[in-house]
């Protein structure tokens, strides 16, 4: 079966090995390089670190190159030790015979999922392509298989694996490939933070039976988040249903508590009429979050102190240059971005939402698009007819998607050969079935909403 990219409304079927992009770059493009073609304004790389091998960071605290790389880690965060010398030496044509010879031996026993915001040595690989959510689900169509290997970060291969079959595995190639913005949030201080809210607001729910507060987390979340949320009565979101699913937490809890992406818990809530005045971040740093008792009353949502790095690098000064250096441009950001940059662009949305409004386009069509360098490269290349560039003029790719190297996609399709599981994610029952309550909650909410993610 030819590799697909998935898109919620179908009209973005495509088969990857068509692009140009893919064709032109294949397994030989090391990094980003100064000047692509695909972003018009691109004339240097965040790190020059970009352009060393993910091993020399994995094994070390911290996210390493590219827009993460000044996010602070947690200690718990996970360490990929020890590449074999022989994946690490390996040339880029040497791999890739290996990856698809190996692909080729495991045949329908394998499917292999690669996120927008991959790199091209890592896409051509895929058997699908898309977001977090519809990759998750796009398994599931490949009856036959028995291993799944989701070229993404670690929330993500742990979604899969609670939504997966029981015998299906799950393998994330490289264990450091996490999100620093799911980070951002853990469990024990959410926990903390669901205490000192119950033991101020109580846990009595008012007369139109809407509990105090009410959990909702972003599917970039860890599958504890989730647990949490289905422990609690809440729900999980993408980017795309937001609004839908916060309409549902309005209507059973008197505030939502939304963790861990602030900016997309704002730019959601405000788009629906809530006030400013009745948004609080809580900090979790802080006793109450930094917050007075009346703010904590008077809050309708709670804003969780999280973000993604890739998206705060997008700003409303990069919007008004590339207005001015290209008029006419449509300005198309995700709403992982502060509320300044999605109140000066043209639309925000999804992944999924980008997707499909560049493949909606008339040709001729121009583009500022503020999401991960990756995807946009790929629109450009797969949409020759368009202008389309990167509203960052400086490549910087999110750090931890980036750790996805083809030496580590080799190495665990080799070892699936032998019959060895290397990387597997796994999530205890007692954390997943309470997750999918959370999961189940927001896709009863389907048709009404579409259920694309990051
Ligand atoms: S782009 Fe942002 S939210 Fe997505 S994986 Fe990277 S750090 Fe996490």
């Known amino acids: 079966m030819p590799p697909v990219a998935l898109s919620d409304s179908n009209t973005q079927l495509i088969q990857l090995d068509e692009h140009p992009g893919n064709r032109q770059q294949g397994n030989r493009q090391p990094a980003p390089q ?24 994995d094994a070390e605290p911290g996210y390493g190159p590219g827009a ?25 044509e040497e791999l890739d015979q290996r990856i698809r010879r190996a692909k080729a031996a495991l045949g329908e026993r394998l499917v292999i999922l690669g996120h927008f915001y991959q790199r091209d040595e890592i896409v051509q690989y895929a058997d699908f392509i898309g977001d977090s959510f519809q990759l998750a689900k796009a398994a599931l169509t490949r009856p036959r298989a028995e291993t799944i290997v989701f070229c993404g970060v670690h929330f993500m291969a742990e979604t899969a694996a609670m939504l997966a079959r029981p015998d299906q595995t799950v393998i994330l190639p490289n264990l450091a490939a996490g999100c620093s913005m799911a980070d951002m949030a853990d469990r024990d201080a959410v926990t903390d933070c669901w205490e000192q809210l119950t033991a101020l607001l109580g846990e009595e729910a008012d007369a139109a039976g809407r509990q105090p507060v009410l959990p909702v987390t972003y599917m970039n979340s860890s599958a504890a988040l989730k647990a949490f949320c289905g422990e609690h009565g809440g729900v999980v979101c993408t980017s795309s249903n937001a609004r839908t699913v916060l309409e549902w937490a309005f209507a059973r809890g008197q505030r939502v508590l939304f963790f861990p992406d602030q900016h997309l818990g704002r730019n959601t809530a405000r788009a629906m009429g809530i006030p400013l005045s009745q948004m609080a971040v809580w900090d979790p740093a802080l006793p109450m979050g930094g917050l007075s008792v009346q703010a904590l009353r008077d809050a309708r949502v709670l804003l969780w102190h999280g973000y ?65 360098i990756n995807l946009v490269r790929r629109l450009a290349a797969q949409y020759p007819q368009h202008t389309i560039f990167c509203l960052d003029s400086i490549v910087c790719p999110c750090s931890t998607m980036y750790r996805i190297h083809p030496s580590y996609l080799a190495w665990v399709l080799e070892a699936l050969e032998r019959g060895e599981v290397l990387n597997r994610i796994t999530v205890p029952e007692a954390t997943a079935a309470p997750a999918r309550l959370a999961l189940e909650a927001m896709l009863k909410l389907a048709p009404k909403a579409r259920q694309g993610a990051a």
């Open 34 to 57: 100064n000047g692509s073609r695909s972003n018009p304004g691109s004339s240097s790389t965040c790190s020059s670190a970009l352009a060393d091998s993910p091993w020399l960071f």
């Open 68 to 92: 993460s790389m000044d996010d602070p880690a947690p200690y718990h965060a996970p360490r990929q030790p020890g590449l074999p010398a022989e994946y690490r030496n390996a040339s880029a």
């Open 308 to 372: 993604c790095s890739v998206h705060m690098r997008f700003t409303v000064e990069q919007i008004a240059a590339a207005r001015h250096r290209y008029p006419g441009v449509q300005v198309i950001v995700h709403p992982e971005c502060t509320m300044p940059v999605v109140d000066a662009a043209d639309a925000s949305g999804s992944t999924d939402f980008i997707v499909n409004a560049v493949a909606a386009a008339p040709p001729g069509s121009c583009f500022a698009i503020g999401t991960e």
